[in-house]
């Protein structure tokens, strides 16, 4: 069974970072694209970035690119998202999702979340 | 970009009625190369994660009901689900994965 358990949210000020964490299990981690997807409190989704399996080429979206990171560690089975210059419009709930073989793949699993809340 | 929208914004459907939801690209999103659509479909129910429904436009996904289909190509999208049942009402995303960014529909609420 595909398991998706994120970690790492909480409440940050402005400017602040954090890191978020995804650790996989049920299926093989070094086989598959990873991102992280987002939904803020009355808002709809929105897709954050992506990782392909062995690493070696990420995407982002325009409001995150140059303040996110968005890394793997394969022999961790883990997906991590590095937030910087954290701002009030990134609090959201913070999904982490499983690709297919390669970036340009859907969603077939999903974690249950984990809240980021930016607020002084 | 490629920018998504759906319509309508929200739909209240009589239960074992049709329902449908549209999407449209800002371009196309058909791959000439493997003649694929890199369309998704999204079930997202409260206090849930996403669920997956349709891939590739059409694909229905593992263990999805078969009153859930995708159609269109290039640029036009549609989900229908045929015969609505209590457990569907959610909110419904298309995502495109073409080209980076992979944006989402604004969604679609469906209410009986």
């Known amino acids: 069974e595909v398991q998706l358990l994120e970690s790492g949210g909480g409440l940050v000020q402005p400017g602040g970072s954090l890191r978020l964490s995804c650790v996989a299990s049920?299926?093989?981690?070094?086989?598959?694209?990873m991102g992280w997807v987002r939904q803020a409190p009355g808002k709809g989704l929105e897709w954050v970035s992506v990782?392909?399996?062995?690493?070696?080429?990420?995407f982002y979206a325009d409001s995150v690119k140059g303040r996110f990171t968005i890394s793997r560690d394969n022999s961790k089975n883990t997906l991590y998202l590095q937030m910087n210059s954290l701002r009030a419009e990134d609090t959201a709930l913070y999904y982490c999702?499983?690709?297919?073989?390669?970036?340009?793949?859907?969603?077939?699993?999903w974690g249950q979340g984990t809240l980021v809340t930016v607020s002084s | 970009d490629i920018v998504m929208t759906q319509s309508p914004d929200s739909l209240a459907v009589s239960l074992g009625e049709r329902a449908t939801i549209n999407c449209k690209s800002s371009?196309?999103?058909?791959?000439?190369?493997?003649?694929?659509?890199?369309l998704a479909w999204y079930q997202h129910k409260p206090g849930q994660p996403p669920k997956l429904l349709i891939y590739?436009?059409?694909a229905r996904e593992s263990g999805v009901p078969d009153r859930f289909s995708g159609s269109g190509s290039g640029t036009d999208f549609t989900l229908t689900i045929s015969s609505l049942q209590a457990e569907d009402v959610a909110i419904y995303y298309c995502?495109?994965?073409?080209?980076?960014?992979?944006?989402f529909g604004q969604g679609t609420k469906l209410e009986i």
């Open positions: 999702a499983k690709g297919g073989s390669s970036n340009y793949s859907p969603s077939d699993y």
């Open positions: 049920g299926f093989t981690f070094s086989s598959y694209a």
């Open positions: 990782i392909n399996s062995i690493g070696g080429t990420t």
């Open positions: 371009q196309s999103v058909l791959y000439s190369s493997d003649n694929k659509n890199y």
């Open positions: 590739w436009a059409s």
């Open positions: 995502q495109q994965y073409y080209n980076n960014p992979f944006a």
